[in-house]
């Protein structure tokens, strides 16, 4: 028997009816888009540099954590991929571990917590990604 060909997608659907303030938009959005890129990579890091060295406490028992490793963390956003050094911290004897950004690993309870507490002068964010 022989295989069959996959079908073709149905063709885009042509816009109608563009608007000079349409174009316009489209361009200062793609002229713009590197400096939306860099900018949101600056914080970022910045938002991880400011983390480093702030202890989290366990949810569990409220010990201080031990820092653990860091690992090299990347996140998709809407215009682009952006990446950062994460501390990831754990406590002796209870096999837990957590990172101190949120998104970073998904499995670390408390991660999204512990960047959304990040002190307000961090460079003015204080909400997660």
Do not use: I
């Not at 409220?62 to 990446?83: C, I, N, Y």
């Not at 950062?84 to 998904?106: N, T």
């Amino acid at each position: 028997m022989p295989a069959t060909q996959p079908a073709a997608p149905p063709p885009r659907p042509a816009l109608q009816d563009v608007t000079p303030f349409m174009l316009l938009e489209r361009e200062v959005e793609l002229e713009y888009r590197s400096r939306r890129e860099e900018s949101l990579q600056n914080e970022v890091g910045a938002v991880a540099d400011s983390l480093r060295g702030q202890t989290p406490l366990c949810s569990r028992c409220s010990q201080p954590m031990k820092r653990h490793d860091t690992e090299p963390v990347l996140w998709t956003a809407r215009f682009g991929r952006f990446h950062a050094p994460v501390d990831r911290y754990s406590v002796p004897g209870l096999q837990r571990r957590a990172p101190a950004l949120a998104g970073s690993s998904g499995r670390g309870t408390g991660a999204h917590q512990r960047f959304a507490g990040a002190p307000a002068g961090c460079a003015g964010r204080s909400g997660a990604l």
